[in-house]
Structures are given as structure tokens and as C-alpha cells.
């Protein structure tokens, strides 16, 4: 069975003071990873999609890295409107369905 | 936000009464998707469609049906509702080009089922 954990749950953080998410997956053959951010009561916003280990992708602050087991979201010197929740999600090969984390809900501090 | 609207955008209805829920899309998108999102669940997958009148189940499909009769709409039923089915619900659609597939998302729809 295809499965997704983020982690952590929650993580605060100063303005300017960089870290990382982590996207934890089992998937079998995988089509592509995702990550979408949500802001409360909005749907989530797409950002990144992942092919294949060693890819990288930026956006802004936000860069995003695969390797066969995980994924890494990456925040350089963040603003308080990076707050938001983070997550991730797997499509399998041949299947129409993502499968999606929890979610890392951000919050910085300005 | 590739178009995508939802409606309603709230509701409060009462258990065994049928609710349906609207997607609509502007670009002629072939895949459109159903999704719940419930605290300590994450987002999960109802129903899709892959065309006009082509549909198949997700992994929480049980109370739910779906219809698309036309390109631009996919609608979202709950014959009877219950409690249970308080949620949000988005719908989806999926894009692909040369470079990236992705689906994006729409604004959501809030449903209370009292």
C-alpha cells in the first residue's frame, strides 16, 4: 500500500531562520511526487512536482529535493507569509490516485 | 487556479438528506477528482472521472456517487448524508505538459451534516 508521512506535524520557526520538511514515502513505481501548500480554509496550492531521485526544483525560497525513500522541502530565510501547511503526495505508476501526507503546518515568526 | 469553482462553497444539511456538490472547470481538462480532507487524515480520493460519463471509485467511495455528463462539471452526490461525512470536499483536475503533470485543486466545499 502506498503511503506518505511528513514530518514534523508542526514547526516554528524565526524569520530568516532556514529548515527543512520531510516527506517520507512507499509507493510502488513511483509517477511523480507532489508538494502543495494550503493556507486555512483554501484549497491547496500546487508547487513542485518530482520525477525521479537527485531531481531538485526552486521556487522563491522554497526548493524542493527527491531521493528513492524521500523527499525534502526546503525553506531558505523564511517570511511570515511562508505560514501556511505543507504537503506532500505520491502518484503511483498507471494510477490516477495521489496519495497525501498530514500535512507540516508552518508557522514563522516575524 | 485553473479555473476551477466550486459550489456551494458552505452548507448545513441534515443526516438522510441528499446533498450534491458542483465542480465546474473552464479548460476542457479530461481528468476531474473528488477529494475529502479530515483532520488527522490528510486529503483522500472519493471518485474521479476520465471523461463524459467514465468514472471509477477511490479508496473512500462508500456513500458517494458521481456523475459527469458534460466536460466542464462533475458533480458529487450523497444519496443519504451522514454525520460522517463532515468534511471538505475538493475537487481537482489534472494537468499535464510536456515537462509536468499536476492536478490542481479548487476552493473547497464546507459540509455539515447535523
Known amino acids: 500500500e502506498d503511503q506518505v508521512t511528513q514530518s514534523p506535524e508542526a514547526l516554528r520557526l524565526q524569520e530568516g531562520e532556514s529548515s527543512s520538511l520531510n516527506c517520507s514515502y512507499t509507493v510502488s513505481g513511483l509517477r511523480g511526487l507532489f508538494w502543495y501548500r494550503q493556507d486555512p480554509g483554501k484549497g491547496p496550492e500546487f508547487l513542485f512536482t518530482l520525477y525521479s531521485a537527485g531531481e531538485e526544483k526552486e521556487k522563491e525560497r522554497l526548493k524542493a529535493t527527491l531521493t528513492k525513500k524521500e523527499s525534502f522541502l526546503h525553506i531558505t530565510a523564511p517570511k511570515p507569509e511562508d505560514s501556511a501547511t505543507y504537503l506532500c503526495a505520491v502518484q503511483a505508476g498507471g494510477s490516477e490516485k495521489l496519495v497525501f501526507g498530514k500535512g507540516t503546518k508552518l508557522t514563522v515568526n516575524p | 487556479d485553473a479555473g476551477i469553482t466550486q459550489s456551494p462553497r458552505h452548507k448545513v444539511t441534515e443526516t438522510g438528506t441528499p446533498v450534491t456538490l458542483r465542480c465546474h472547470q473552464t479548460?476542457?481538462?479530461?481528468?476531474m477528482y473528488w477529494y475529502r480532507q479530515d483532520p488527522g487524515h490528510g486529503l483522500r480520493l472519493i471518485h474521479y472521472s476520465y471523461g463524459v460519463k467514465d468514472t471509477d471509485k477511490g479508496e473512500v467511495s462508500d456513500g458517494y456517487s458521481v456523475s459527469r455528463s458534460k466536460t466542464e462539471d462533475f458533480l458529487l452526490t450523497l444519496e443519504s448524508a451522514t454525520s460522517s461525512q463532515t468534511s471538505v470536499y475538493f475537487c481537482a483536475i489534472s494537468e499535464s505538459t510536456t515537462n509536468q503533470e499536476t492536478q490542481y485543486f479548487g476552493p473547497g466545499t464546507r459540509l455539515l451534516v447535523l
Open positions: 479548460e476542457n481538462h479530461r481528468y
